[in-house]
């Protein structure tokens, strides 16, 4: 369909919802968008306006107000055209300018590495959403199109795309409730991590989808039946389970397909309340309920607002199946989430709704106040990641309050959930009446009591650090230290970095110049030199941290006195072609002849590890001879600038009796049995691993990093075949550090 036929949906929906709606800056959003994007096409070959215009009516879709759904057909044009965030501005007001800016990434920062700048789009991002929720929901369909249009990407690309989408955005999707899209985008991200499994279980489902569907209507009309006796006017349907949701309890709780008890589904929406009550009690007594499987999520909603009530039970033939249960707000709120109860929305006055919906978005506000004091941008988002992941557990006040906390927290996250003061006078607790320890890991449904000191000199622990869970009690505690002991924190500090500069043969004098530590300031936002000293004393960033980086800045300064003895060297390779000496090329003992050279220097970069077969380039640094690195090295590039540096070499055609460790990282879904299988295969191909690191992530991916002894590159393509091939192996690549 032709995107200005869309478009025209859009306009239609639009109006469908709210007939008195003026589209005339949509009108105006639309012609620059279709304007300023003309000529650019998607991968697929496409005009790029079908993106923003497709993002609009999806927005459209969850009944947005017109703010977000302009914002969603601008969300592109400061970021790929040359449309500044005044302009839009001053074309579409403030409120609009400041949701696109939100979504827009930083221009290039170029003191910053790849990594870095990610980082700091996200943070930037993140604290956007913080002040807007509606940020993050326009981000969220942004990247649910670009999810739907993956097919068009390169291979890498669509697992890069997948495994960020998987990591930050379907946990935010899940923690603003909006079910619909997280499901949709663990689909997706599963389609493109994991293939064949994706594949083999869609089968799987398929194979047996009619008998579960005439299952699924015989259980709706018994149920229906009963309903209509009672008078209850219901809504029911059978809810698919999304694929993702059963890989994930297959391969967690060792199940096959069968064992998954809510594979087969059922909802019932009502009007009020009281009939799911109602309603619950009708089932029950058609049904035999499973032990232990009933949840009351109306009583008890979950911090994503979602509401239901949630049974599995045994069906006809003692197959089990799951029902909820639940009104149609419930409902709403379920598939859309916090769009649902949109301030925006008609209903209750402005205020009303202002107040409703700063106090269900509380936890959001929370997230952020908890991050804010991390300078690093790396370390804010994976705190920030480490926040959505986390499951809860519900706590009561001594007054009966509910206060909700991570899973694994302690009295002492719950006494900082109420207030940093109590948390810092805090001597002990009681657990429903009980003295308990500090460390005591609560459960769901325990009263806790704080009990406190006003002692002169009373405050946390440093080791309260190791035991808290919740980041809200983590930051409140490094606030107590940074500010407390602050002129101690920075003694501290200058004594650990002095040492640091001793050990590394620099003097403060060389590196401590303003025109060193000013970039660095203002990268970590630091407002002075004590501030930055502050932290290292605290331990929130190490010395050595700073004084590689005012190396890094140290040596770019001296690049130009570098550049002269480079052109030394250079200036004497053009003297012997001139003189066109016959020289015999010897080759160093790593096997690297460097052209034109036979008595200097080298040495193997451990930044990308090259060995025999790599594609190769050398890089004169200053008195250490020839660097010699791989030519796909991220840190090549950012040598480009000094590409008068740079020499050919390349690997000795004899081969030499030596031996290169490199270093490779593997990706699965964690199994039992996995790294022995790994350790056996690298056993049989006759290869010494030198070192060996694994961590399991949240999403039950397994990460290994090895170092392996090879003698060439065709050794190591083998070895990664193979390890390639083993069940549930995601990903084989290099480590380039």
């Not at 650019?40 to 923003?52: A, M, N, T």
């Not at 990641?385 to 001594?398: N, R, S, W, Y």
């Not at 657990?431 to 609560?442: D, F, Q, W």
């Not at 060995?611 to 030519?631: A, C, E, N, Q, W």
């Amino acid at each position: 369909m032709d995107y200005n036929e869309t478009y025209e949906q859009l306009k239609s929906k639009i109006l469908s919802h709210t007939p008195e709606t003026d589209l005339t800056l949509l009108d105006k959003a639309f012609h620059l968008a279709d304007d300023m994007h003309k000529g650019q096409l998607r991968k697929s070959g496409e005009p790029f306006v079908i993106h923003p215009v497709a993002v609009s009516n999806m927005l459209a879709d969850m009944e947005m107000d017109m703010p977000s759904i302009i914002a969603g057909m601008l969300h592109d044009v400061v970021e790929d055209t040359s449309v500044t965030i005044e302009e839009i501005r001053e074309m579409f007001g403030q409120e609009i300018a400041t949701l696109v800016d939100g979504v827009t990434k930083l221009k290039r920062i170029q003191t910053y590495t790849k990594e870095e700048q990610h980082a700091e789009n996200l943070r930037k991002m993140f604290l956007s959403m913080a002040s807007d929720i509606r940020v993050i929901l326009i981000k969220l369909v942004d990247r649910l199109h670009n999810m739907r249009t993956l097919q068009y990407v390169n291979t890498d690309s669509q697992i890069t795309k997948a495994r960020e989408t998987l990591e930050i955005y379907t946990p935010l999707a899940h923690r603003l409730g909006m079910t619909k899209i997280k499901w949709e985008l663990e689909d997706l991200c599963f389609k493109y991590l994991e293939p064949d499994s994706y594949e083999h279980l869609t089968q799987q489902i398929d194979q047996n989808r009619e008998q579960r569907e005439d299952y699924i209507s015989k259980v709706l009309d018994t149920i229906k039946t009963k309903l209509n006796e009672a008078g209850i006017k219901a809504f029911l349907d059978g809810r698919p389970k999304h694929l993702y949701s059963v890989h994930k309890k297959m391969v967690s709780q060792s199940k096959t397909l069968n064992q998954i008890y809510d594979l087969m589904a059922i909802r019932v929406i009502v009007d009020t309340v009281q009939e799911c009550y109602t309603v619950l009690g009708i089932i029950h007594e058609l049904y035999t309920p499973m032990p232990g499987r009933f949840k009351d999520y109306i009583a008890m909603p979950k911090a994503n607002l979602y509401q239901s009530l949630h049974t599995t039970l045994i069906g006809p033939d003692g197959h089990p199946f799951e029902a909820q249960i639940r009104t149609w707000d419930m409902h709403k709120t379920a598939e859309i989430g916090i769009a649902a109860h949109w301030k925006y929305k008609e209903g209750t006055s402005e205020k009303e709704r202002s107040k409703d919906l700063d106090r269900k978005l509380e936890w959001v506000r929370n997230l952020f106040d908890n991050q804010k004091e991390l300078e690093d941008p790396s370390e804010f988002v994976e705190t920030f990641k480490m926040d959505l992941f986390t499951d809860e557990v519900f706590v009561f006040t001594p007054k009966g309050d509910v206060k909700s906390l991570p899973k694994g927290s302690t009295p002492i996250d719950f006494a900082y959930s109420i207030h940093s003061a109590i948390g810092n006078k805090m001597v002990g607790a009681k657990v429903n009446g009980e003295i308990k320890p500090l460390n005591y890991k609560l459960m769901t449904g325990d009263f806790v009591e704080v009990i406190t000191s006003q002692a002169a000199g009373r405050g946390p622990s440093r080791d309260w650090l190791n035991i808290v869970k919740s980041s809200e009690a983590k930051s409140k505690i490094r606030q107590y230290f940074k500010k407390e002991h602050r002129d101690s924190n920075i003694e501290r500090g200058k004594e650990l970095v002095g040492k640091e500069l001793k050990r590394m043969g620099y003097t403060m004098a060389q590196l401590f110049k303003d025109e060193y530590i000013d970039p660095i300031l203002e990268k970590y936002r630091f407002h002075s030199l004590d501030d930055l000293l502050n932290v290292i004393g605290f331990g929130e960033m190490s010395e050595r941290k700073l004084i590689n980086l005012l190396v890094e800045e140290y040596k770019k300064s001296e690049s130009q006195s570098d550049i002269k003895s480079a052109e030394e060297i250079l200036s004497k390779l053009e003297v012997k072609k001139d003189k066109k000496e016959k020289i015999r090329e010897r080759h160093s003992d790593n096997g690297i002849i460097v052209k034109g050279i036979d008595n200097c220097l080298v040495r193997l970069s451990r930044c990308c590890n090259p060995v025999p077969g790599d594609s190769i380039v050398g890089y004169i640094t200053r008195g250490r001879g020839v660097s010699v690195h791989r030519t796909d090295c991220p840190n090549v590039v950012s040598m480009e600038d000094s590409a008068n540096r740079m020499i050919d070499v390349r690997w000795a055609s004899t081969k030499i009796a030596a031996s290169y460790v490199v270093d490779i990282c593997i990706t699965a879904i964690d199994r039992s049995n996995l790294l022995l299988q790994i350790a056996n295969l690298i056993a049989e191909s006759k290869l010494n691993m030198k070192a060996i690191n694994a961590r399991t992530t949240r999403d039950n991916y397994a990460i290994i990093d090895l170092s392996i002894e090879i003698n060439d590159r065709s050794e190591l393509d083998r070895l990664s075949k193979k390890i390639s091939a083993l069940e549930n192996v995601v990903d084989v690549s290099r480590t380039v550090k």
